[in-house]
């Protein structure tokens, strides 16, 4: 039986990009695993979390009034780090999953990197935590 931790439910096989991999390079990642999120990191250290809606909200609309050459070739020369969240809140594994949700919500955020001193070390989402709360309540 899980508990209500989030190293219970974190995800620990972690899927990265580095801040200088293209934006389409990071979309292709997002969708070929079924993933909305990545987390950036740079030599090891966590730099950033990039969302498929970073991906497709965050793009100058008059870019898609162009060619689509030249559309693509803009594309391919921007970087992750132009659209990823740079201000990183995280958790810990020891951090219930109901602190998890707070920090979430008062910060209207659906991702927390797991961290262990400066090593990411796991992924909880929103998803996670509904999952769990279905799941805990359905062994009570």
Same mark, same amino acid.
Request: glycine share 2%; with cysteine.
């Given at each position: 039986?899980?508990?209500?931790? %989030?190293?219970?439910?974190?995800?620990?096989?972690?899927?990265?990009? $580095?801040?200088? *991999?293209?934006? /389409?390079?990071?979309?292709?990642?997002?969708?070929?695993?079924? %993933?909305?999120?990545?987390?950036? =990191? *740079?030599?090891?250290?966590?730099?950033?979390?990039?969302?498929?809606?970073?991906?497709?909200?965050?793009?100058?609309?008059?870019?898609? &009034?162009? $060619?689509?050459?030249?559309?693509? @070739?803009?594309?391919?020369?921007?970087?992750?780090?132009?659209?990823?969240?740079?201000?990183?809140?995280?958790?810990? /594994?020891?951090?219930?999953?109901? @602190?998890? &949700?707070?920090?979430?919500?008062?910060?209207?955020?659906?991702?927390? /990197?797991?961290?262990? *001193? *400066?090593?990411? =070390?796991?992924?909880?989402?929103?998803?996670?935590?509904?999952? &769990?709360?279905?799941?805990?309540?359905?062994?009570?």
């Amino acid at each position: 039986m899980k508990g209500n931790l %989030v190293k219970d439910w974190m995800t620990q096989n972690l899927l990265t990009i $580095s801040s200088n *991999d293209t934006m /389409p390079d990071a979309y292709w990642k997002m969708i070929k695993k079924d %993933v909305r999120r990545l987390l950036v =990191v *740079d030599e090891g250290i966590l730099v950033g979390v990039v969302t498929i809606e970073d991906l497709t909200q965050k793009v100058p609309w008059s870019t898609f &009034a162009l $060619s689509t050459e030249v559309t693509n @070739d803009f594309l391919d020369r921007m970087p992750v780090r132009l659209v990823m969240s740079h201000k990183l809140i995280t958790t810990t /594994p020891e951090t219930t999953l109901l @602190d998890a &949700a707070k920090t979430m919500i008062s910060n209207d955020i659906s991702t927390l /990197p797991v961290m262990i *001193d *400066d090593q990411v =070390v796991g992924i909880i989402t929103e998803s996670d935590i509904f999952r &769990a709360c279905v799941l805990l309540e359905s062994e009570e």
